[in-house]
């Protein structure tokens, strides 16, 4: 059966008799689609759009100049945009981490060795610590200075879940884009991904609010002391140099542990971000507030489902006028699958103006280094604990003050 110059939105199966092919004219634009249409399940897919309403392909390779081509690629291609962010955030950690090498190699052989400046954003990596820093200073007023940039790296983290969903997750987080990358070479390699059936994914997915449920509650129930012993507890001074030396010398049930957390990431798409990250949960909730969200024109869809097939989250865009799933991490697959115009994109809900791709990935990366590049003009980055002061505790490293039992902070006097 073909049929011409219909508006596929509106065309359904009830609009047409079966009998004569003729449809609701009313609701028919002229020569909006041509439609070569095929009957199934009830509905009629949409398999040819007329080129006037098919989102321009432009040809990168045109452009001579190579930097050119890059820039014009960033701007118009937001999956390559993306991964250019994903990409910097990466090294930014490879340098984090050889940084911190550095720093322990000169700790652990008691200044023997050239001094290397300890890197600030590894305190990126103590959400636990930066929740009850974000407590105290909202108590208090005071920011820390034992691990003040873990603080403005949660709170660069929270405006970015406030204001743009779960965008860190998809943007920025260097474990996002280590799963991203296990679940797509579980793809290359099997041709696909497991979808985990809906009565498994809901108590799953609810796990990881449990542990946010479980770091929330217990810090919500300490008191401003509690949270002062803590924070300026030797232990927690040396918590960056404990974290490094839990990796440096794995234990092997965490490796196994890793181990097969990555397996379950190459076969189940973001395993570890969708059912047991407390971050991802925090970020979560606070996308409910968020008011950039994907949207679907309805009147312009044709319901080609290549949306939904896109996206790595599993929701059902094409059957959404707007996602608002705690899933949704705003990663814009979604959108850059979609073959009709002005048909999905991210809107803000206040304007329902039309955010540019390039401009929301912009704004992941601008409010992420704001906040940041604020803690470091206002001088709260680097911590307050001297060089002496590191000197003195890297030798006592493995003494039970350094240790802490079930959440316990070990007691410790004025002169530790
Ligand atoms: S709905 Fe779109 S933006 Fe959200 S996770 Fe899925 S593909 Fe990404
Ligand atoms: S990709 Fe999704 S939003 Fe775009 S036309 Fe197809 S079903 Fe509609």
Not at 4 to 12: M, S
Not at 237 to 263: C, E, G, P, R
Not at 319 to 334: F, H, T, Y
Request: aromatic fraction near 14%; proline fraction near 6%; charged fraction near 20%.
């Amino acid at each position: 059966m073909k049929i011409e110059n219909l508006d596929p939105v509106r065309l359904n199966f009830q609009q047409m008799s079966p009998i004569s092919g003729t449809i609701d004219q009313e609701r028919i634009p002229e020569k909006s689609f041509s439609v070569s249409s095929t009957y199934e399940s009830g509905r009629i897919k949409i398999k040819k759009l007329v080129p006037e309403l098919r989102k321009p392909k432009i040809n990168f390779n045109l452009e001579p100049r190579w930097y050119k081509r890059v820039l014009w690629r960033l701007k118009a291609d937001s999956q390559f945009l993306r991964s250019t962010v994903q990409f910097a955030f990466i090294l930014l950690c490879v340098w984090i981490g050889i940084e911190f090498y550095l720093f322990m190699k000169w700790g652990l052989s008691n200044g023997a060795t050239t001094f290397s400046e300890r890197p600030p954003g590894a305190e990126g990596f103590l959400p636990i610590s930066a929740l009850m820093s974000l407590k105290y200073w909202l108590q208090t007023g005071i920011i820390n200075d034992v691990h003040p940039s873990g603080l403005f790296i949660f709170i660069a983290i929270v405006a970015v879940g406030l204001l743009l969903k779960k965008a860190f997750c998809s943007w920025l987080c260097p474990i996002g884009t280590l799963s991203e990358s296990l679940w797509m070479l579980g793809k290359k390699l099997f041709g696909k991904n497991i979808v985990v059936t809906k009565w498994l994914d809901y108590p799953l997915r609810a796990l990881k609010y449990l542990l946010l449920f479980f770091f929330a509650y217990s810090i919500s129930q300490m008191t401003v002391p509690d949270l002062q012993a803590f924070i300026y507890s030797p232990y927690n001074k040396m918590a960056d140099v404990k974290m490094y030396q839990f990796f440096a010398n794995i234990t092997s049930f965490s490796l196994w542990t890793i181990i097969i957390l990555m397996v379950f990431s190459v076969f189940i798409k973001n395993f570890w971000c969708r059912y047991l990250c407390p971050y991802g949960a925090l970020l979560g909730a606070l996308s409910w507030l968020s008011p950039f969200k994907i949207t679907r024109n309805k009147a312009t869809c044709i319901d080609c489902e290549l949306c939904t097939k896109a996206c790595p989250s599993n929701i059902k865009v094409h059957k959404v006028g707007k996602v608002w799933s705690d899933e949704c991490m705003n990663c814009l697959a979604c959108v850059e699958s979609c073959p009709v115009k002005n048909t999905l994109d991210i809107r803000a809900s206040f304007t329902k103006t039309q955010i540019p791709n390039w401009v929301f990935g912009g704004l992941v990366v601008g409010i992420f280094v704001a906040i940041t590049g604020l803690a470091m003009i206002t001088g709260n980055w680097q911590n307050g604990i001297t060089k002496e002061e590191y000197l003195k505790r890297f030798p006592q490293i493995e003494t039970p003050m350094y240790q802490h039992n079930r959440g316990e902070v070990p007691q410790y006097g004025p002169q530790d």
